[in-house]
Nanobody, 122 residues
Framework: QVQLVESGGGLVQYGGSLRLSCAAS????????MGWYRQAPGKQRELVAA???????NIGDSVKGRFTISRDNGENTVYLQMNSLKPEDTAVYYC????????????????WGQGTQVTVSS
C-alpha cells in the first residue's frame, strides 16, 4: 500500500507564500507523475500543477507565473511553491500520484493524499 503525506498548508495573508510538500511512502518502484489538485467549497476539484518523471509539467492557468512545482524523484516527494497568494487560492490541496508501480512489472495505481488546507486572507 502507498501513502501520500502532505504538509505545509496553513493560513497566509494576501500576497504571501507557502510551500507544500508531499511524500509518497510504501513499496514503490516508480511513479509516473506527481502533482497537486485543489478543491474550494462548492467547486470541483481542479488541477494546480503536475510533473512527470521525465520533467513534463502541466500547470493550471489560474496559477501560472505564481506557483512552481518541483520533484525529488529519489525521495518520491513533490513540492509546490506558492507565491503571490490570493484569497481565491483558498482551498484544500490534494497530492496526487499517478501510475505508482511497486515493481518493474506492475501495472501501477493512482493515489490521493488526505489534503491540506490553504487559507489566504485578504
Amino acid at each position: 500500500q502507498v501513502q501520500l503525506v502532505e504538509s505545509g498548508g496553513g493560513l497566509v495573508q494576501y500576497g504571501g507564500s507557502l510551500r507544500l510538500s508531499c511524500a509518497a511512502s510504501g513499496t514503490i518502484f516508480s511513479i509516473y507523475e506527481m502533482g497537486w489538485y485543489r478543491q474550494a467549497p462548492g467547486k470541483q476539484r481542479e488541477l494546480v500543477a503536475a510533473l512527470t518523471t521525465g520533467g513534463s509539467t502541466n500547470i493550471g492557468d489560474s496559477v501560472k507565473g505564481r506557483f512552481t512545482i518541483s520533484r525529488d524523484n529519489g525521495e518520491n516527494t513533490v513540492y509546490l511553491q506558492m507565491n503571490s497568494l490570493k484569497p481565491e487560492d483558498t482551498a484544500v490541496y490534494y497530492c496526487n500520484a499517478v501510475r505508482v508501480r511497486a515493481t518493474m512489472w506492475s501495472r501501477g495505481n493512482d493515489y490521493w493524499g488526505q489534503g491540506t488546507q490553504v487559507t489566504v486572507s485578504s
